[in-house]
């Protein structure tokens, strides 16, 4: 089976492009069972800016509009920097992601390992413990 490609094409014996099938078929002939379907996780190399850094080291993202791209973002600075704090911080945590979603902000961040909080930084934030500050 073919893997999925991102532009619409032609498919050829189950491949992409009559080249991939040719490849395919050029493989197997020689004895060689390729192996198209195995997915790759990859993480884009990008640069995120923190919208601030407290001085204990706590990352606070502040959202008023969180958008799904924000979202993705969010998720992949985190498994790229594990050991960052990153937290939100939510105009409404009422605000659902979409029209259509019964999922509030708030919910994302929790079903998603993030702490929240909403309006202004909690003083509890600002008060815990010292951490390495990130170098972002």
């Known amino acids: 089976m073919a893997r999925r490609g991102r532009r619409a094409a032609v498919r050829t014996n189950g491949y992409d492009s ?43 993202e502040a959202k008023g509009y969180f958008p799904r791209e924000d979202r993705r973002k969010m998720l992949d600075v985190r498994e790229s920097n594990p050991e960052l704090d990153i937290r939100m911080l939510l105009q409404n945590a009422e605000s659902k992601l979409s029209k259509r979603s019964r999922t509030t902000y708030a919910k994302w961040c929790e079903q998603n390992g993030f702490k929240w909080a909403e309006g ?17």
């Not at 995120?48 to 706590?58: E, H, R």
């Not at 202004?120 to 972002?136: C, H, I, N």
């Open 18 to 60: 009559k080249y991939e099938a040719s490849v395919a078929a050029d493989l197997e002939q020689r004895g060689v069972s390729p192996d198209e379907q195995r997915p790759v996780e990859y993480v884009s190399k990008r640069i995120y800016f923190a919208d601030f850094v407290l001085p204990n080291g706590i990352i606070v």
């Open 120 to 136: 202004t930084v909690p003083d509890a934030w600002l008060a815990e413990s010292p951490r390495t500050v990130a170098t972002l």
